[in-house]
């Protein structure tokens, strides 16, 4: 680990525990990049630099609740593209855009964090060893249904087929792993999603 990420990360711990000398130091690393994404989607300069420092006084009330360094700016881009939406949504009342206006912006958005994110292959590497590691956790048949279904592909009623089982069985072993897996998995929850959104 070299000596910027260990730095950051005492800072991240300091953050956690109220220091605001340490969120300052993420309120100005984050502030423009949170400003000028927003920008790009709501065209108001005043209006993305309102988002930004409201974004930022979001995760210091909501410290808590972000488990890692990594987390921080997830948090913060998640909360941005939801407050651009909502504003989106606002003028396509107003204005009275097409549907297709707003679908078309809300995937340029996801796009776009991802894009914002720097990910660190070893946090990729990381993310899918607690991804696999949570799948491991699942009850044997359980496990056996998720995996016939996300990784191979296969239609409930083949798996009900090779398995022996009801589709009905299928269906509630698939609603059982989701449900496991959202919990095991809520710290990574943004992240897996935009990954698999954006291909």
């Given at each position: 680990m070299n000596k910027n990420v260990r730095f950051e990360l005492d800072l991240f711990h300091s953050f956690k525990e109220g220091d605001e000398t340490a969120f300052k130091f993420f309120y100005d690393k984050?502030?423009?990049?949170?400003?000028s994404f927003s920008i790009q989607f709501i065209y108001d300069q005043d209006?993305?630099?309102?988002?930004?420092?409201e974004a930022l006084l979001h995760l210091w009330q909501s410290r808590?609740?972000?488990?890692?360094?990594?987390?921080?700016?997830?948090f913060l881009f998640t909360y941005a593209k939801s407050k651009c939406l909502n504003l989106i949504r606002h003028n396509k009342v107003k204005n009275k855009f097409k549907n297709d206006l707003l679908n078309h912006?809300?995937?340029?958005?996801?796009?776009?964090?991802?894009?914002s994110i720097q990910f660190d292959p070893l946090e990729l590497t990381e993310l899918e060893r607690i991804i696999h590691e949570s799948i491991s956790y699942l009850p044997p048949k359980t496990r056996e249904v998720f995996i016939k279904?996300?990784?191979?592909n296969k239609k409930n009623a083949e798996i009900a087929e090779e398995l022996g089982v009801s589709l009905k069985a299928v269906e509630a072993h698939m609603t059982k792993?989701?449900?496991?897996?959202?919990?095991?998995?809520?710290?990574y929850l943004f992240l897996i999603f935009i990954?698999?959104?954006?291909?």
């Amino acid at each position: 680990m070299n000596k910027n990420v260990r730095f950051e990360l005492d800072l991240f711990h300091s953050f956690k525990e109220g220091d605001e000398t340490a969120f300052k130091f993420f309120y100005d690393k984050y502030f423009k990049r949170i400003q000028s994404f927003s920008i790009q989607f709501i065209y108001d300069q005043d209006e993305a630099e309102n988002l930004a420092q409201e974004a930022l006084l979001h995760l210091w009330q909501s410290r808590e609740n972000v488990e890692s360094l990594n987390g921080i700016q997830a948090f913060l881009f998640t909360y941005a593209k939801s407050k651009c939406l909502n504003l989106i949504r606002h003028n396509k009342v107003k204005n009275k855009f097409k549907n297709d206006l707003l679908n078309h912006k809300e995937r340029e958005l996801n796009i776009e964090v991802l894009n914002s994110i720097q990910f660190d292959p070893l946090e990729l590497t990381e993310l899918e060893r607690i991804i696999h590691e949570s799948i491991s956790y699942l009850p044997p048949k359980t496990r056996e249904v998720f995996i016939k279904k996300r990784f191979e592909n296969k239609k409930n009623a083949e798996i009900a087929e090779e398995l022996g089982v009801s589709l009905k069985a299928v269906e509630a072993h698939m609603t059982k792993a989701l449900k496991i897996l959202k919990t095991r998995l809520s710290d990574y929850l943004f992240l897996i999603f935009i990954l698999i959104y954006n291909n």
